[in-house]
């Protein structure tokens, strides 16, 4: 079962931006998945949002247990790249996101799912920053 901890204060963002009952999502902002608009071949792994959505989506139904009581989620996908270890935390005005290994990504993001949709939907693609 995959586990994460999430520090006090990240807890605190959550709960200034009243996101403690929503469904969360954790994920590899790639590219690839329905949620993402970066992405390109040397982000892969690198970059990580947060995924706000009303309800829980069946493609992202790994939940990654924690002791904050946060609903949050992702996907065997992005797995991948989510070790022992896992760690979101906020601290010099920053989401940062580390593993037992290493610093995974210390600029996370936050967005609303239905806002990408809707961009995608308008004709925007994932934005490719190449290598």
Partial sequence: MATITITNSMKTVLSKQRLLNKALLLIADDGGGQYSLHGGACTIGANFTIVVLDQPDAHYSVPLNNDAGI??????????????GLKLNYQNNSIILSDDAELLDSTVQITKGADVIKAFKSGMTPLDYGC
């Fill in 71 to 84: 609903n949050l989620f992702t996907s065997g996908y992005d797995l991948n790249f989510l070790e022992a």
